[in-house]
């Protein structure tokens, strides 16, 4: 079994054993409970890192979690990335009024200054 990487359990050893849990427990309990330590213990060595071996299921278990953490990741960047776009919309307009306010305060300057220079002759 732990060569297939199929989990050691009481339940998992006495259906392929085709007995009783029971008596696993009565006799072998020792024994399973030594498999099963040792396997939450080994260790793999996976792009220089060493990463506990986890069992078929426990492995279906975590993909599936990391799976649904990348789809509401990929959903939070979407909506992230609309936002983003709102926001350059906004400023892009914000800047574009503040250019025209900028024109405007450039023209009444001159226009001041024109007058004063009237007024002063």
Known sequence: MRAAGEPIA???VAQKAKVSRQ?????????INQLRSRTRRQTVMLDGEEVVVRS????????LALRNKVA????????????AGLLRNRVEKALGEAE????????AVSELLELRSRAQR
Do not use: C, M, P, S
Request: avoid cysteine; aromatic fraction near 12%; charge should be positive.
């Open 56 to 63: 078929a299921g426990r492995a279906a278990t975590i993909e």
């Open 100 to 107: 025209e306010w900028r024109q405007r305060h450039k023209q």
């Open 72 to 83: 509401r990741l990929e959903a939070d960047l979407k909506e992230v990335r609309k936002e």
């Open 23 to 31: 008596y696993l427990y009565e006799n072998f309990k020792d024994t």
């Open 10 to 12: 009481y339940n998992t």
